[in-house]
């Protein structure tokens, strides 16, 4: 089965910092499009980073552009997501994903795990 396995998520306080941890299951990433991507209650899942297979480059969303580091380690098959400087507005569920295009085709993102619950509150 194809799939990711995210963990790290947790409760912390505004302006904290976690560590997103996705584990690659029955794939080899450097093969692949990685993307984070988060949905809040009410809200549609969005794309958040991605790191291309095709050129290596990374890509945020506004919202976390400056806070959020996306990177992955091909001898464990795992991407992370350091995020710091957390706020309220960043409280939703994470997931990776991948894809064989590029960061730009969110539709073709696939392989989604459970996810991982993020909540930043006081």
């Known amino acids: 089965q194809l799939q990711f396995v995210e963990s790290g998520g947790g409760l912390v306080q505004p302006g904290g910092s976690l560590r997103l941890s996705c584990v690659a299951s029955g794939f080899t990433l450097r093969y692949y499009t990685l993307g984070w991507f988060r949905q809040a209650p009410g809200k549609e899942r969005e794309e958040i980073s991605c790191?291309?297979?095709?050129?290596?480059?990374?890509h945020y969303a506004d919202s976390v552009k400056g806070r959020f580091t996306i990177s992955k380690d091909s001898a464990k098959n795992t991407v992370y997501l350091q995020m710091n400087g957390l706020k309220p507005e960043d409280t939703a569920r994470y997931y990776c994903?991948?894809?064989?295009?590029?960061?730009?085709?969110?539709?073709?993102?696939?392989?989604w795990g459970q996810g991982t619950q993020v909540t930043v509150s006081s």
């Open positions: 790191i291309s297979r095709i050129d290596g480059d990374t």
């Open positions: 994903a991948k894809t064989v295009g590029d960061c730009d085709e969110t539709t073709a993102f696939g392989s």
